[in-house]
């Protein structure tokens, strides 16, 4: 293990990537674990507040993001090490940031509710992208022989660009981005029934498009539900093992029981302690 570490990751300069990979997934977990307590009302935990305003994480995650990048950008032809720890600082910055993607989104808090889940999906989106770049992929390169002419890697690139493009446009996130490292992936992604909700779908497919197919529309409807559905499950049940439920409301605070004070009247101006007025203004004698 030590072998192939130093093999592919320090000898082939990927070390401040592998620092961003592992605090991205570290502050990640923490974070969800953070707020999962929080939800659940533990008494040492609770939101950062300034007075009566929230303080999101975001705001901390483009804090550090901005110093992790400014001092990479310094630090990169100073010190392996410290340009290590900028990237790290990088990664937490940018976990803290891609877990509150929807909220960035929708311009609103909906970091517990089903618009959340983006959220989720940005950051997994995010360690996909980073693994494969530690493997030694590298997003739409050419890798065939110099003598296929000049314009060859340009128009391998352009080509798989188009595809990625009309593959994203038919609604297949997963495909469009990892295709981008795996080729193949956007050439089925492009050819194959968009989904029924996707942009390409409302402008080729449905009763508003100029020359409607409704046989494609309904072929794409049976297979979201008969293929899409069942792996959205997985994936949902993935994503809440590892983030928590974002369909369900936060838990009531307990209940205060608080003790009455029993305070004593103030006893009024000529009168002794129990209350009862004096016939005269002097104290009576004893």
């Known amino acids: 293990m030590t072998d192939w570490f130093h093999e592919r990751i320090i000898e082939a300069h ?54 992790g990048g400014v001092a990479g950008l310094v630090l990169s032809d100073v010190s392996a090490g410290w340009y290590s720890f900028s990237s790290a600082v990088f990664g937490v910055g940018a976990a803290l940031v ?4 929807a909220l960035i989104l929708h311009l ?4 517990w509710q089903e618009e959340g889940r983006t959220s989720v999906d940005a950051v ?6 980073t693994g494969l770049l530690l493997l030694g992929l590298r997003p739409l390169t050419w890798n065939g022989a110099d003598g296929g002419g000049h314009w060859t890697a340009p128009a391998f690139l352009f080509v798989n660009l188009v595809f990625a493009m009309i593959t994203l446009l038919k609604g297949k996130i997963w495909s469009g981005l990892l295709g981008l490292f795996v080729p193949p992936l956007l050439y089925v992604g492009a050819v ?7 942009p390409w779908a409302r402008w080729c497919y449905s009763e508003r498009a100029r020359r409607p197919r409704p046989r494609l529309m309904a072929k794409a409807i049976h297979r979201e539900e008969r293929w899409r559905r069942p ?54 004698a004893r």
């Not at 401040?16 to 008494?43: G, W, Y």
């Not at 997994?124 to 992208?129: E, R």
């Not at 194959?192 to 996707?198: D, F, L």
């Not at 928590?244 to 009531?252: I, N």
Request: hydrophobic residues 45%; aromatic residues 10%.
């Open 192 to 198: 194959r029934v968009a989904r029924p909700g996707s």
């Open 108 to 111: 609103r808090d909906v970091y």
């Open 231 to 284: 792996v959205i499950r997985a994936k949902i049940a993935v994503q809440e093992f590892v983030s928590g439920r974002h369909d369900l409301p936060a838990p009531a605070l307990p209940a205060r029981h608080h003790r009455r004070r029993v305070v004593s009247p103030r006893p009024r101006p000529g009168a002794d302690h129990t209350g009862r007025r004096w016939r005269s203004g002097r104290p009576r």
């Open 98 to 101: 891609l877990d509150e993607f």
């Open 14 to 67: 990927r070390l401040p990537l592998f620092c961003f990979f592992v605090a991205l997934i570290t502050a990640f977990v923490f974070t969800r674990m953070n707020v999962r307590l929080i939800r659940a009302r533990v008494r040492w935990l609770g939101n950062v507040s300034m007075g009566e305003m929230h303080i999101h994480h975001v705001v901390f995650g483009v804090v550090l993001t901005l110093l």
């Open 124 to 129: 997994f989106v995010a360690i996909a992208a």
